[in-house]
């Protein structure tokens, strides 16, 4: 037979190869693309036009194997692997975490916060509500707290008050959270209305309650979700940025991680605390959840230490990027399969 009766492959199995073949990184491809389509294209029997599902799974498995595989013979490029993995899943469970708190009730204003604590006490009172940092969910609440002149407060009618606007009362129970040096039997009782929490508190004639945003259920699964992703990003662009020699990015990437060693060391602590990771980037002038030692420097730089610690390890990460792939790739002699 001459060359001109062999049996041709159908360009559409060829260009789905190809496709297939963007799985692995671009230097695999840059070395053994022609290699792989040719191979396939022999093996494939006259007139198909599709790889077959095996082909598919192999080829996207064995891609993305490739594209986690690290560096032969770098122990260093492990340690730098690990890290940025670190990074990456805390950065990325932040992400998830804000995402999911845009799915959350607004925080109502502190005039809005009066009204409520004006329906607890049920008669004239002096009325505090004020905003802080730091609630389980949503990162900010209100907390208020009233003066009930010359009456004892009673629960009852505070709770049927509550419950004739809408609010969902729990069952009255005594408590002991306001340390409030008066005499008397605590009560307290929680309400939830219109994605809210409102948790309430009196002694004697001294009423306290607090707002907070209630959690929908989403908060925690896509913070985890975001750690999840964030991590899995973080080794793949290392891996990337390691598979090409480059000091001048290595430097960048030792930089980024310093950069990012305290806002990450505070989102885990967030996260094993079940407060909202993203909150530690908020403006605050305090580091509650910071290493020690570090937290009176950090206090010294300003309120946005952390979001601006962030923001410039992000950015010597895209520089990082920008560096590792303007190093010419070396030529290798095999021919750069058409993507």
Do not use: K
């Amino acid at each position: 037979m001459s060359p001109s009766d062999w049996p041709q492959a159908d360009p559409a199995l060829e260009r789905a190869y190809r496709r297939l073949l963007h799985a692995y990184p671009r230097s695999f491809r840059h070395r053994h693309g022609a290699e792989i389509v040719t191979t396939l294209l022999e093996m494939a029997e006259p007139g198909r036009r599709h790889p077959t599902a095996i082909e598919s799974w192999h080829l996207l498995a064995a891609g993305t194997r490739q594209r986690f595989r690290l560096p032969a013979g770098r122990p260093l490029a492990w340690l730098a692997a690990v890290l940025a993995l670190l990074a990456g899943g805390a950065l990325g469970a932040a992400g998830g975490s804000w995402a999911a708190e845009q799915t959350l009730a607004p925080l109502p204003s502190a005039a809005q916060g009066r009204e409520v604590l004006g329906l607890v006490t049920g008669r004239a009172a002096r009325l505090e509500m004020d905003e802080f940092s730091g609630a389980p969910v949503g990162g900010t609440a209100l907390s208020g707290s009233a003066d009930v002149w010359h009456a004892a407060w009673d629960p009852q009618p505070a709770a049927d008050r509550l419950t004739a606007h809408g609010w969902q009362v729990g069952p009255l129970t005594a408590t002991d959270r306001m340390q409030v040096p008066i005499s008397g039997p605590e009560i307290g009782f929680d309400a939830v209305r219109d994605g809210l929490r409102l948790t309430v508190n009196g002694e004697s004639d001294v009423v306290r309650a607090r707002i907070e945003v209630a959690d929908n259920g989403l908060l925690r699964p896509a913070a985890y979700a975001g750690l999840l992703a964030g991590a899995l990003a973080g080794w793949l662009v290392t891996a990337s940025v390691l598979r090409r020699r480059s000091w001048a990015a290595n430097a960048t990437a030792a930089l980024a991680l310093a950069m990012w060693f305290a806002p990450v060391w505070t989102i885990y602590q967030a996260v094993l605390e079940v407060m909202p990771p993203h909150a530690v980037l908020r403006p605050s002038f305090s580091w509650t959840l910071g290493p020690a030692w570090l937290s009176p420097l950090l206090v010294q730089a300003g309120h946005t230490a952390g979001a601006g610690l962030v923001a410039a390890g992000a950015l010597l990460a895209v520089i990082t990027v920008a560096l590792s792939r303007s190093r010419p790739r070396p030529d290798t002699g095999d021919r750069e399969v058409a993507l």
